[in-house]
């Protein structure tokens, strides 16, 4: 495996991302972290922000034990909260084909809040297949697998500080 991103080039870009969402709503902003692997990235971003936050969580179907999505996307979890009327920042740790932010996007506009964002740790802009617009990016790295820091790999290698990238393992 080798560390695409240390542990601390992450801290520090989420210290800067912090510092202006704080900027950008002063007046506090409602943030929505989907499971699981924006977790990690939520609990971060959401201690460097200066400004009010609250924290709601949506859940998703996954990739499971595959490397590629499968096209399809499924709420398992919704919202605690209605939305309506918040400025909501979806919070998420990769976009790759954006076939899941573009589709949560579509879900919570349809509920009217008043401003929606997008903050991601990670975007691979070469793997795009559906627009989403990405307010808030950590880095931008290349079309190569990658876990840690919340990323998985059939759920194993979530808790590693530094995002890696995973070399040839065998679809199982
Ligand atoms: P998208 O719908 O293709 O943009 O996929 C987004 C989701 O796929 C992310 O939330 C991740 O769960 C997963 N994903 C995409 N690329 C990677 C990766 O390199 N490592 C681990 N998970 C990934
Ligand atoms: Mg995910």
Known sequence: MRVLVTAEQIRDRIRELGAAIG??????????????GACFFLA???????????????????????????????????????IDGADVLLVED???SGITLNYLAGV??????????????LDKPDRRVR????????????????VGYGLDYAEQYRNLADV???GDVPEP
């Open 23 to 36: 900027r950008d709503y002063p007046d506090g902003v409602l943030l929505v972290a989907i499971l699981k």
């Open 44 to 82: 971060d971003l959401a201690r460097a922000i200066t400004c009010p936050v609250r924290l709601d969580f949506i859940g998703i179907s996954s990739y499971g034990k595959s490397k590629t999505s499968s096209g399809e996307v499924r709420l398992t979890k919704d919202l605690d909260t209605a």
């Open 94 to 96: 990769i976009v790759d």
């Open 108 to 121: 919570l506009e349809q509920r009217h809040p008043r401003s929606l964002r997008i903050a991601a740790l």
């Open 131 to 146: 627009p989403v617009d990405v307010a808030y990016v950590g880095f931008r790295i290349p079309d190569e697998f990658v």
């Open 164 to 166: 890696c990238v995973l």
